[in-house]
């Protein structure tokens, strides 16, 4: 059995996109955690039939030390975890811009405002540095001219939703390279992209 836990702080759809896509998925057991007690998120998992609860924050670290899983997925939680807690596994986030671009809060705003005609979405590990750790995969987004902020939201959450539960299989089954800092790896299926320093 793999284990994810599913960390979030708010409305969930990204959750939600994870969940279904991993619903026939028998060997996946996926768990959420919210840092809020009344996120919509909790009650959304809840009527997924996922186990939900609210975990502290400054109860993550005992909580995840004591109950361990394969995948960490931080799906719009608003915290920043500490270094304990990321050594306990591995830790990925989304973020919607074309990172190292518009890094933080509001991504999506920054992006518009500046007046980018490129931005997109991002999965990345999770590191000390706020939206600074290795990326995995990403997928870029058409600022059009006729689009406005609502249009440009809507497409940006479309494609996180189609990308995140591709990019989690992808990991949990060694479909991709693994980024990771002094572990590349590559698909088993043959060279994946690592230039020759894999195993395979
Ligand atoms: C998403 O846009 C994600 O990229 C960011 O937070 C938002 C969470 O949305 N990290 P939701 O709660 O999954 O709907």
């Not at 991993?22 to 919509?40: L, W, Y």
Request: glycine share 8%; charged share 20%.
């Amino acid at each position: 059995m793999v284990k994810i836990a599913l960390l979030a702080s708010g409305r969930g759809s990204n959750a939600e996109a994870i969940i279904k896509h991993f619903e026939n998925h028998t060997n996946v057991e996926i768990q959420v955690f919210s840092d809020i007690a009344d996120a919509p998120v909790l009650a959304l998992a809840g009527g997924l039939s996922i186990k939900a609860e609210y975990l502290p924050f400054d109860e993550t670290y005992s909580y995840f030390s004591q109950n361990r899983f394969d995948l960490y997925v931080l799906a719009g939680y608003m915290r920043i975890l500490p270094d304990e807690v990321l050594d306990l596994g591995t830790f990925v986030n989304i973020h919607p811009s074309l990172l190292p671009a518009f890094k933080g809060k509001d991504a999506i705003k920054q992006a518009y405002d500046y007046g980018v005609k490129v931005t997109g979405v991002s999965v990345h590990y999770v590191t000390k540095d706020l939206d600074g750790g290795p990326i995995i995969a990403q997928v870029p987004v058409n600022i059009q001219q006729w689009m406005n902020f609502a249009e440009l939201e809507e497409e940006i959450h479309n494609t996180e939703h189609t990308l995140y539960p591709m990019v989690i299989e992808s990991l949990l089954y060694d479909k991709i390279v693994d980024f990771a800092p002094g572990k590349p790896k590559c698909s088993t299926d043959g060279c994946g992209g690592c230039g020759g320093s894999c195993a395979h």
